[in-house]
């Protein structure tokens, strides 16, 4: 008996464990099935509200920003219009006061018919600026909108409100030198309202005299109205998304649909579209809200669709502005993630079914076999071997990790970059989108380990790469490429402007300072960026096109970005090519040196000439140097190729000026990375003295752009070259930052006009006064004006009136070589034989 209870217990131990399991792995299936379809059902409720959430806060943060700009752009036109008129006064100033120097020995009624025959005319702020002269006793002097009050007394002349404005303002003028001043007139188009005026005069001391202007501050607020209008009016984002702007007399001041644009909501035949802007105009008059409505038209369809928008008001100028997405667009969405859900659960039901059918199988027979001590020998060796292997695991993992990420920053590096990029490319290619690779370079990062040590530039590389990180979302990946390199990847992208919103994004991390160890670090990124499939089918031809177009993108300008073509390929190869062979261009003597001729107004003499180089190539023709000059500045040749035409201007100058009974003088043009060399001064000086020339015939050209950039670095430069015996002139005057502190602060003693402006100064009235100002500038600074590009002769002629200094151009002669300006040039006594 005994022994069949064994044995039935023995059954029992044998049967028992499997119902078990099979029982326990029905119920444990059923709780999983159960809970997998509620967790489906949770997560579409989730996704329909996460996505209508986020559609939302995306219009309202898109409206915000704009109301923000608005206000920006209001709460500054009292500044902008006062900093312009401030400007223009300035200007007027400076001609009234270098016509009085350049003609005192005159009587004051011939200067002032001088100066107000050089300020009449002048307009400006869309032709409503003008300005006017009083003496500082009322007495008007010039009033060139209502002539017939000149030589007339305005002392008490008053506006609406009772102020004296001539009065007031001469006495103001006089006193601190310049005042602004505020009065109220009517205006012509309507004479029942008054409008705020603010004028601006300053005190002309030599004839007692105040110059001034007005503007209504109202039309300075309608110009920014109008601009702003204009760029609310270009806002466009994917299919269907625009800004629309309304006034609260229902007036459409901006819509995509631009034959509505104008037209009078409250007034339209459409009961639907007048019941709708009603409601918009009463949301934007109380504040801001959220509004549903069924729009007359969706653009990408053309037809009526149901809209979510979010309106804002502008109380100050009446306007209501607002952006919305179309519900049709968040349900085709949803429809579509929610099949991907439902087909992602499905499959990993059957995953988990499968998993269980196998666990359930291998216990059942498991349990058959095992006795209960193999069982706990079992148990206790399989915790040994987890053990073993969880510490094996985890070296391994974290040798894989430091194998696949990069020690500093802890992103990607090169080698899970490409495999992140070729998983990206695989998603968006089964999806039929698009993937961004976009290749970013800290620009000028060397400066910063110059000036605060690596450690510093190491502390900017790893927060860089905290917020790299945090920008990327879902499917992004961004990874370290090596130095100050990184490259981003955005698949899935349905539409370029995704794209360019992500570039806008990286760049904005740039705006602010990054506070290092307490220290204030400025940096900027350029970026490159190439897409799939259009530029490339694999992570390596991605990562090469995003390079190229980086690498243009910097040659270009910092601190920009630059989306791949195929002309940004052919270009960049053109200048890998340029670069190539200007290496040896010097060697094969392929360059040369032109001599542009410069002629004296006042003799109509040549008084020195411009040095131009020249490259003509076997391979790539004749290059122009506004190709090979920046690709020699950044591959460094521009030293080598710098000091070859200083060097052979001068021997050939020399020679000319022995073998003349007169001397020329000699311009050079020099590039600003050879004026930042701290051997140029002593390189410049050591070639003169080689050749014997004197530095007093040497006239060093330089742009405005390098004062701009470097004003600290260059400064001690030029008065070093200034005290070794050269002169100086700023070339392309006019054309980039132009300030008179340069004049003032810097050892100049020339200046050119560009030839931009002389193309243009005989029929268009505004280059006529610049060139007249600049000359006029150049004669109170007591520094020579040289106009270039001159090929007419009414263009020589109006310039002799002017008295300008110094004439160059086609008009007198083209660039020539050294053996034709001799030729042209030389003495009637000269021996040509004479080789120095």
């Not at 498991?366 to 040994?384: A, G, P, Q, V």
């Not at 003693?749 to 560009?754: R, Y």
């Not at 002017?802 to 008009?811: A, V």
Request: net charge negative; aromatic share 10%.
């Amino acid at each position: 008996m005994k022994i069949a209870h064994d044995v039935k217990l023995l059954r029992l131990i044998k049967i028992i464990p499997p119902m078990l399991v099979t029982a326990f792995a029905c119920l444990a299936i059923f709780i999983v099935i159960s809970n997998n379809q509620e967790k489906l059902e949770r997560d579409i409720l989730a996704l329909q509200q996460d996505f209508i959430s986020s559609r939302k806060d995306m219009v309202q943060a898109q409206v915000k920003q704009l109301v923000e700009q608005i206000n920006y752009e209001k709460s500054s036109t009292e500044s902008i219009l006062k900093n312009d008129i401030k400007q223009h006064i300035y200007q007027a100033h400076a001609i009234a006061t270098s016509i009085y120097e350049n003609n005192k020995s005159k009587t004051e009624i011939e200067v002032t018919k001088l100066i107000t025959d050089a300020l009449r005319n002048i307009r400006f702020n869309n032709g409503r600026g003008y300005f006017f002269i009083y003496k500082t006793n009322g007495l008007s002097v010039m009033h060139p909108i209502v002539p017939s009050m000149e030589g007339t007394s305005k002392i008490d002349l008053q506006d609406i409100r009772g102020n004296f404005i001539v009065k007031d303002m001469g006495e103001l003028a006089k006193e601190h030198g310049e005042t602004f001043y505020n009065w109220w007139f009517v205006k012509p188009d309507n004479q029942e309202k008054e409008f705020r005026k603010i004028g601006f005069g300053k005190h002309f001391v030599p004839y007692d005299w105040f110059i001034g202007t007005g503007e209504y501050l109202i039309d300075v607020e309608n110009d920014i109205k109008n601009q702003l209008i204009q760029r609310i009016s270009n806002i466009r984002y994917g299919e269907n998304g625009y800004v629309f702007l309304y006034d609260h007399q229902g007036n459409t001041l901006s819509h995509v649909v631009e034959s509505v644009l104008g037209s009078n909501v409250f007034n339209h035949p459409d009961p639907n579209i007048n019941k709708i802007g009603h409601k918009v105009i009463e949301a934007g008059k109380k504040g801001e809200a959220f509004l549903s409505y069924l729009s007359p038209v969706m653009p990408a369809t053309g037809k009526p669709a149901e809209k979510i928008s979010f309106v804002q008001g502008i109380p100050e100028w009446n306007w209501v502005l607002g952006t919305g997405f179309y519900e049709s667009e968040t349900k085709s969405y949803l429809n579509k993630r929610k099949l991907e859900i439902e087909a992602q659960n499905k499959k990993q039901l059957i995953e988990l079914l499968s998993l269980s059918f196998v666990v359930t199988l291998f216990f059942i027979i498991l349990s058959f076999f095992l006795t209960r001590y193999l069982s706990k020998r079992f148990t206790d060796y399989e915790e040994k071997i987890n053990r073993d292997f969880d510490e094996l695991n985890s070296v391994k993992l974290e040798s894989q990790y430091q194998a696949l990420h990069d020690s500093l920053t802890q992103l990607p590096n090169r080698a899970l970059l490409d495999e992140h990029i070729q998983q990206g490319i695989e998603l968006s290619k089964r999806n039929k989108k698009m993937l961004a690779v976009m290749f970013v370079d800290l620009d000028d990062f060397k400066k910063i380990n110059d000036l605060h040590g690596h450690s510093v530039g190491d502390s900017l590389l790893i927060l860089l790469g905290k917020m790299f990180n945090e920008i990327i979302e879902g499917g992004d990946s961004v990874a370290r490429f090596g130095g100050d390199e990184f490259i981003f990847c955005f698949p899935e992208i349905s539409h370029l402007s995704i794209a360019e919103q992500k570039v806008e994004q990286i760049l904005s991390l740039f705006s602010n300072e990054f506070d290092i160890d307490g220290k204030a670090i400025y940096s900027s990124c350029s970026i490159g960026v190439a897409m799939f499939p259009k530029d490339g089918e694999n992570s390596e031809e991605l990562v090469s096109k995003a390079d190229t177009a980086l690498y243009k993108s910097k040659s270009l300008q910092k601190g920009q970005s630059l989306f791949f073509n195929h002309s940004i390929e052919k270009q960049v190869k053109r200048d890998f090519l340029i670069e190539t062979e200007l290496r040896t261009a010097l060697v094969n003597e392929e360059l040369s040196v032109l001599y542009q001729p410069q002629i004296s107004v006042e003799t109509g003499d040549i008084i020195g000439v411009e040095a131009l180089v020249r490259w003509q190539n076997d391979s790539l023709g004749f290059v122009s140097p506004a190709e090979f000059i920046p690709i020699a500045e950044n591959t460094g040749t521009i030293h080598e190729l710098g000091a070859f035409v200083i060097e052979k201007t001068l021997k050939e100058i020399k020679e000319f000026n022995l073998c003349n009974a007169f001397s020329l003088n000699l311009s050079i043009n020099i590039s600003p990375k050879q004026l930042l060399d701290p051997k140029f001064t002593e390189s410049v000086v050591s070639i003169c003295r080689e050749v014997a020339f004197d530095p007093q015939f040497v006239t060093l050209e330089i742009t405005e752009n390098v004062l701009i950039t470097d004003l600290s670095l260059v400064q001690p430069v030029l008065s070093k070259l200034r005290s070794s015996g050269f002169k100086l002139s700023l070339d392309d005057f006019g054309t980039g930052y132009s300030s008179l502190s340069y004049l003032s602060n810097l050892p100049m003693n020339e200046i050119k006009i560009d030839r931009s402006f002389i193309d243009k100064f005989l029929t268009n009235s505004q280059s006529e006064s610049l060139v007249k100002t600049i000359i006029a500038i150049g004669r109170f600074c007591n520094l020579t004006v040289v106009a270039e590009g001159v090929e007419t002769k009414a263009q020589y002629e109006r310039l002799v009136l002017y008295h300008c200094d110094l004439i160059q151009g086609y008009y007198f002669d083209k660039p020539l070589t050294y053996k034709s300006l001799v030729e042209r040039y030389q003495s009637s006594n000269i021996d040509m034989n004479w080789t120095g």
